[in-house]
């Protein structure tokens, strides 16, 4: 698996904005992705010593829209929290 095609994109919510003071950065990241390469992609890409590496699955959940009448399904994602050794940060994605 290529490392560009690991980390897909960047969360930023609010709790990932908070997190990011404690060292964490929120990625939505390829399903196949193990937390090995999602380690080495961070560290090339953005040039920083990742600690530790946490994954969620998000399974997808049926959904309904427009006072019940349209149904369908959340896409199922893989996020991954990345812990940042010392006080480094990942300077593009700081808001």
């Known amino acids: 698996m290529d490392i560009h095609n690991i980390l897909q994109k960047p969360v930023l919510t609010e709790k990932s904005t908070l997190l990011k003071s404690r060292g964490f950065y929120t990625f939505i990241v390829a399903p196949g992705a ?3 390469q999602i ?4 560290q090339r890409i953005y040039n920083v010593k ?3 590496v946490k994954i ?8 309904s829209m427009q006072f019940g009448r349209i149904k369908g399904m959340s896409p199922a994602r893989k ?3 990345v812990k940042l050794s010392g006080k480094e940060t990942i ?3 700081e808001v």
Do not use: G, M, Y
């Not at 969620?56 to 959904?63: D, I, Q």
């Open 79 to 81: 996020k991954a929290l």
């Open 50 to 52: 990742v600690n530790s």
């Open 56 to 63: 969620l699955n998000k399974k997808p959940r049926e959904k």
């Open 34 to 36: 193990n937390k090995i």
């Open 39 to 42: 380690k080495q992609a961070v």
């Open 91 to 93: 300077a593009e994605l």
